[in-house]
């Protein structure tokens, strides 16, 4: 069993939407796990947060300021020998996440499950939100203005894997055709089953690599059941399927090295229904990878 520290990524820069900042501390309040270590606390700068949609690279800077102090201490958590399980916050922060941890391991495959895509670059981006570009950034696809702070290898896309896109603009499908990157629709999931499409993905994203990063956006799960998140997209996966996505996760612990769980906000939950899920998937994983 792992000896866990989480880190509370506490930023909604990546989004014009306010919120996913106050969630890692909302769900991280009182948790214990009896292989955790320690839970770490990095705050973005929000003061004169930037929403016109017609910036396409608002709150850059200090969004890439931010990811830089979370890198540094994904990285400190991983020269401990500790699993690092950050906690978010938007999308944007699994930059440093992910990166951090393939930094460490040199080879890794990622498995983002998630309703978006996350594969804009700033010349295909509609919103300008930035986490709407990550996984992009992760995949050496656009490098560019976000990973300054990073210095060694990047996510090759035959080893990237979307679980759950549904909701994903035209250009940045085109973006996702041509890096090579495998998606799974939250149609399949319905039609073969989260435990299949998740072994498959875990079978691409391990090929030839040490091991692989998942990051867990909560808005894969449809929102009339899980309506606390930033960007909602209609027809998503059911908590069946969600609790079974977590089931898979912890049945290959072995090659699991890094995790994120992102984009509760608590200011759109509605009767605590995210919250509970969201802490029901933590609880899982803290007492069982």
Known sequence: MKE???????????????????????LTKDLKGKNLRAIYKIYADEENKEKDRDNKKKNLIKLNE?????????????????????IGGDHSLVIASALASIKKNKSLGIIWIDAHGDFNTFDTTITGNIHGLPLAAIAGYEKKDLVGFHTAN???PQNTVI?????????EEE????AGVTVFSTEEIHKRGMSAVMEDAI?????GTEGMHISYDLDVIDPKLCPGVSVPAVNGITLEEAYDAV???????????????????????????????????????????
């Open 66 to 86: 931010f990811n830089e102090k979370l890198y540094k201490t994904v990285l400190d958590v991983i020269d401990k020998n500790h699993f690092p399980l950050t």
């Open 203 to 207: 079978k691409i994203a391990c090929d």
């Open 163 to 171: 679980v759950g896109g549904r909701d994903i603009d035209p250009l």
């Open 4 to 26: 866990i520290d989480i880190i509370n990524a506490c930023t909604d820069l990546g989004v014009a939407v306010d919120g996913a900042c106050l969630g890692p501390n909302e």
């Open 154 to 156: 990047t996510y090759l």
């Open 247 to 289: 089931d898979e996760i912890i049945k290959h612990k072995d090659k699991l090295k890094s995790l994120d769980l992102v984009e509760f906000n608590p200011l759109k939950d509605v009767d605590n229904k995210t919250k509970i899920i969201a802490k029901t998937i933590l609880k899982s994983l803290i007492n069982n990878i």
């Open 175 to 178: 973006n996702l055709k041509d």
